[in-house]
């Protein structure tokens, strides 16, 4: 019987995947790998199973997400002996109208098109990485798991933006991301996530979510991932007249805003060249003033919005780090608990594993 599940969850630069076979009621990654630096030099692929006897570290360029997708698909080939039972896919908007989980269609795959404008980073890539994917796994059904989804339970008080109505009908209005890491790490912890909960997902893109008996309220991100708190390259909120100001001041078209915002903001603008946390904190470390900056804003940012949430619960039980920056930077979490003790709140790292509540996602699907 058809049981493993291809996972493939896919950036700007990368494509992080798994394969995923039921065990004791759960899912396990009996592969999985990453490539990195895709249309860089210096790219390199991983790709490892559960019991090591798959072991491959590669760097080579790939030039391509369709390169990476092809080597894993050899791989695959090569090692599983049986045809897969589903491909799913991370797929980081879903537009007004998708906003929860499902098989590809035709359809499906059209009101994705349609909804290029509200992520116009991530969309197309998806999209091309899906139809690849189709065509090198046709045998297998296709799913599309939106980081959105997790965030419908957000009432309109946290969803509707200060805009006449018409805005919002054509679907204008915050959505939030990063939910199914959200997800996942309500899932791990189980009995042990507090009634107020405060997760702080900390990585190259950061948010943070407020959840009440583990249900999301409101969140940092926006009607796009570039909003919230600053970010490696992403600006995070802006008063809209410093946006209006670029447009009419500095002869930015749209076109150059966006990149502007989502490429070159940030950790990176403050700091005056990085976006990378380690080389930050080593920076720090020698008295680099740009640095400590860059980390400072970092920190009240996020500092603020639990804050913020705080309000919005009527109190903290737990507070958990998640992301490559909250579950590894042991200074980066002190500087934003200091001065938080007031709130009396726990705190816990939890792994985020978004790769496997996809998984999660399609087998019920299937199944259901």
Known sequence: MKQGILVLNSGSSSLKFGVFLPRDGDEHAWLSGSAKGIGRENG???IRSDDGSIDIAQNHLMESQHDALQRIADVL???LHEPLAAVGHRVVHGGPHLREHGEITPEIEQTLRDAVPFAPLHL??????????????SDAPHYACF????HRTMPEVATHYALPGEYKARGVMRYGFHGLSYE???KSLSAELAPRTVIAHLGSGASLCALKDGRSVDTSMDMTPTGGIPMATRSGDLDPGVIIHLLRHESLD????EALVNKHCGLKALSSSDDDMPALLARRDRGDADATLAIDV??????KTIGAYAAALGGIDLIVFSGGIGEHSEAIRADVLRGLEFLGARHRVVATEEERQIARHCRAMMTG
């Open 44 to 46: 390199t692929l991983a």
């Open 77 to 79: 080939r090569e090692h």
């Open 124 to 137: 197309p890539a998806s999209l091309a990485l899906i139809d690849e994917a189709r065509g090198m796994f």
């Open 147 to 150: 980081d959105t989804a997790f």
């Open 184 to 186: 996942s790490i309500v």
């Open 254 to 257: 749209a076109g150059a805003v």
């Open 298 to 303: 970092f920190c009240m940012a996020i500092r």
